[in-house]
């Protein structure tokens, strides 16, 4: 490291608060005992558990990724830290400490150890954040296509669907115009039976609330399996 990026390392670690370095220096702490073990022992530091990326999706899932952001966020970086900084140069930064090993990166200077932390995880708090918004849209998707499996499976267990209903419509029309005075018993059920008519009239009101019923079923399965005293909440 020359003279000049030592300054500008410099530099940019002021922006940091104390406790901000403090913090990022606890991400690579390990034990000290462990690490003469490597690496026949794997001893993971929290900074690895904060580059792990999201896993299936999941309840479990959504709240390990909100863990991990209030972890970040409570390293108080700032973007006023890399203003002036070029993004390719933060990106930079945030590979070499994404690839060097906890003990690797204790060995460097205070300034350089700080600003390549401070890099990796400024940048993963944005990328955390984007893996939540992604794990919620697609547990929500996750949600709405159970719910209409669900409806659907119900109503195909209580129904007896109708076949040819256009084709009884237009018996329905045709005999009603043929004897536009006669009574509903002798003129339509000769032509399409009561319990056909019934089945009719089942089918069309269950789907007429098709829409009601997947509502109600999403916001139970929130209700109940979503939502509880343990959940913690999100703010973006």
């Known amino acids: 490291m020359n003279r000049q990026e030592a300054r500008w390392l410099q530099g940019i670690q002021a922006r940091l608060k104390p406790q901000s370095c403090q913090s990022l220096d606890a991400l690579i702490s390990t034990d000290a005992a462990a690490d003469d073990l490597q690496p026949l022992l794997v001893i993971r530091s929290t900074l690895a558990a904060l580059k792990d990326t999201a896993g299936r999706v999941k309840v479990d899932t959504v709240l390990e990724e909100l863990a991990k952001l209030d972890e970040l966020r409570a390293l108080g970086l700032t973007s006023e830290v890399f203003t002036g900084v070029p ?11 994404a690839s060097e090993p906890p003990r690797e990166l204790r060995r460097h200077p205070a300034p350089l ?5 401070a890099a990796l995880c400024w940048q993963r708090q944005t990328e955390v954040t984007d893996d939540l918004v992604e794990l919620l849209i697609r547990v929500a998707h996750h949600i709405g296509t159970h719910a209409e499996s669900k409806v659907e499976a119900e109503l195909l267990r209580q129904l007896r669907r109708v076949r040819g209903k256009s084709a009884l419509l237009f018996k329905l029309a045709k005999a009603a115009r043929a004897q536009p005075e006669g009574a509903v018993r002798e003129v339509i059920y000769p032509v399409v039976p009561e319990p056909v008519l019934d089945d009719l009239i089942r089918e069309m009101e269950a789907e007429g609330n098709y829409d009601r019923q997947v509502r109600l079923v999403t916001r139970n399965s ?10 913690c909440c999100w703010t973006p």
């Open 87 to 97: 993004p390719r140069v933060v990106g930079q930064y945030r590979r070499r400490a």
């Open 113 to 117: 150890r700080h600003v390549l932390l």
């Open 222 to 231: 929130y209700g109940h399996h979503y939502r509880g005293p343990s959940r």
